[in-house]
Every structure is written in structure tokens, then in C-alpha cells.
């Protein structure tokens, strides 16, 4: 498929003194628009609400996990889905894209897989007597990185390139990715045969983790009846278009967040690098990814300021994949547990 079908431009290269990212408030006038005034949080809500409902079709019982999703997307996060296999991680990345309307590409990692494969390669044109970039399937606006701790290291930090940055390295030459761009990632527990642990500083890009679980017995047992979700799946249409996306992110900078939580979000994070628990402590990122995801969740739920219930409520899935634990390292359950005890140690601002 070329990427004119796709709804993309072709690649822009960036100059030697590097184009700048846009600035958050540099979106279409008309959707910048949007979601202000005193009506914007409530019409924010709807469309979020529509957007969970959509994905609610095919991820059934776990209305948490969705909105988590929803909230990570509107932070302009990325997103690491941890689970044991066949419980709907691909299935909840797949619903999100198809019902964001763009494009969309998946990438099987494997032990093989090379960063040319996800990044793109230069050939030679004969016709034109030069080198031409051919974009890999990173140049989409949502990429499912399927399994990516089976990729090895190298593959890996290739990504993380393109999530850190939103552009990728050819060659001596870089080129900016479209906007919007978000990695929804899956991966298996390590445990599991032919996977490769994930860098710190991998890990750190992905503003939250999230698990999803078995499904409720009474929704498991419908699934059975009604013989899955892949027909619903595939029926899915894009209930939110790039523009309206673009002017939900930017809503979301005006979501106000006192000083008092701003140094409440502070204290969490210093609890945790004054060891304890912990052997290795929230980075500033990660207080500035739980500073924005509370923005989010705020504007999610129809508000115009945060509080600090949404700070606690998304603190163990903003923090937990970011810490070490000094007894069992690499446990995200484990982790999820000490950030939501440290939640209950740190006093709450009024």
C-alpha cells in the first residue's frame, strides 16, 4: 500500500540544524479550538467516552485498562502492555488504532528482526541516478510494536530512537515522523522462552504499563458463546478523526494543576529514590509523564483542573516500570505494589 493511501506524507528529511518539533499549541486553528472555553472539558469527556465505548466493544470487562489507554494516547505517551499471552493485548492496541481512523502499521518483532526492517532502507534509483529512502513501517501514526522484548537490543534501541524523538537515522541523514505518533507495545513476561529484558531507559519512554488480566468470568463466558471478537474487530470504524485527536492533546495543556499537587508529584518521586523499597528511583520524566497523564485524566473525566485522586489513582501505572525494587528486581507486580504503598505513606495536600 503506498503511503498516499495511507494518509501519510512522504518523509520530510530534517536539514543539518535539525527542524524543531512543533509547539504544543502549532495545530489547525480550528481544531487548537476545539475544546476551549468553559464548555471544553464536558465536550472532551464525550468524545473520550465515545472513544472507550468503541474500544469497549472488543476489550471486554476492563473499562480501567481502557481509559488508561485513552489517557496515555491524549498525554501523547506511548504505551507498554505487559501480560501472559492470548488475554487481548493485541486486540486492545488493534481496537485503539482502528478507532483512531489513521494510519496504522504492525511490526512482529522477532530475534531477526533488523532496524532497517522497522526503520526503512536507502536504494539506488537507477532512473534518477541517486539514493532514495524507502520508510519503514515506524512512519505511521500508530505503530504496534507486537512481543518488542523478542527483539534484540539494537532493534530495540531503534525504537527507541523513533519514541524518544519522534525521528529516525539513516544513514547520517534524519527524518521527522508524522504527527501524531504513539507505540503501543506489547511483551511477554520475561520468564517467557526467546525474549530479551528491556533497557531503563527503554522503559522509561513508555509514559504508563498496563496489564489487562483475565476477563470476568460472566464476560469470558460470553465471549465463548458468541465465538470471539474477531469479526467485531475487524467491523470497528474511527469514532475520533487526527484533528480532533490533535486539539484533545492540546486541550489537555490546559488542564490546570496547582502548585500544591505540582510539589505533591515531587514528594512521590523523591519517596522513592530515598531508597527503602527501592534501588533505583523515579526519573524527573517520569514525575513529568505523571504531571501529564493527570492532566489528561482530568480532562478524560470532564474536568478543567486536577486533583490529587487522579495523581494516585495513575501513579502505579505511570511509576511502576520505571523503579527497581532491591528485592525482586523486574517484577512490574511487585513494583505496582510498593508505588501504591508509597501513595499511602505520602501526605496528601489540602
Request: no cysteine.
Amino acid at each position: 500500500m503506498s503511503r498516499s493511501e495511507l494518509g501519510l506524507a512522504e518523509p520530510a528529511e530534517l536539514p543539518a540544524e535539525e527542524a524543531a518539533e512543533p509547539a504544543a499549541g502549532s495545530e489547525e486553528p480550528a481544531a487548537a479550538e476545539l475544546f476551549a472555553g468553559a464548555d471544553g472539558p464536558a465536550a472532551a469527556q464525550a468524545v473520550a467516552r465515545a472513544l472507550e465505548a468503541n474500544v469497549g466493544r472488543v476489550i471486554r470487562g476492563k473499562p480501567e485498562v481502557i481509559r488508561w489507554a485513552v489517557v496515555s494516547l491524549l498525554a501523547r505517551g506511548h504505551v507498554l502492555i505487559e501480560d501472559v499471552p492470548g488475554v487481548g493485548k493485541t486486540t486492545l492496541a488493534q481496537a485503539l488504532a482502528r478507532s483512531l481512523g489513521l494510519a496504522f502499521q504492525r511490526i512482529q518483532f522477532t530475534s531477526d528482526l533488523l532496524p532497517s526492517d522497522i526503520i526503512g532502507v536507502s536504494i539506488f534509483n537507477q532512473r534518477g541516478q541517486e539514493f532514495e529512502f524507502i520508510p519503514g513501517p515506524l512512519f505511521a501514526n500508530v505503530v504496534l510494536a507486537d512481543e518488542i522484548n523478542r527483539a534484540t537490543p539494537k532493534t530495540q534501541s531503534a525504537l527507541l530512537e523513533a519514541m524518544s524523538e519522534r525521528k529516525v537515522s539513516v544513514e547520517r541523514k534524519r527524518y521527522q515522523l508524522p504527527r501524531p505518533f504513539v507505540v503501543l507495545a506489547t511483551q511477554n513476561p520475561l520468564e517467557y522462552q526467546g525474549t530479551f529484558p528491556l533497557p531503563e531507559s527503554q522503559l522509561d519512554r513508555f509514559l504508563m504499563s498496563l496489564r489487562i488480566g483475565y476477563p470476568p468470568r460472566h464476560e469470558e463466558r460470553e465471549l465463548l458463546l458468541s465465538g470471539g471478537v474477531e469479526e467485531v474487530l475487524e467491523g470497528l470504524r474511527p469514532v475520533v478523526d487526527r484533528d480532533t485527536l490533535l486539539a484533545l492533546q492540546r486541550a489537555v495543556d490546559r488542564v490546570r494543576v496547582a502548585d500544591k499537587l505540582a510539589d505533591y508529584l515531587l514528594a512521590l518521586a523523591e519517596a522513592t529514590r530515598a531508597g527503602g523499597d527501592f534501588l533505583l528511583g523515579a526519573s524527573t520524566r517520569a514525575v513529568q509523564n505523571l504531571y501529564r497523564a493527570s492532566q489528561a485524566l482530568a480532562l478524560v473525566e470532564g474536568r478543567a483542573f486536577a486533583v490529587p485522586d487522579d495523581v494516585q489513582r495513575l501513579a502505579p501505572s505511570v511509576l511502576a516500570h520505571r523503579v527497581v525494587l532491591k528485592r525482586i528486581g523486574g517484577d512490574l507486580t511487585a513494583s505496582r505494589e510498593a508505588i501504591a504503598r508509597l501513595v499511602g505513606e505520602v501526605p496528601v495536600p489540602v
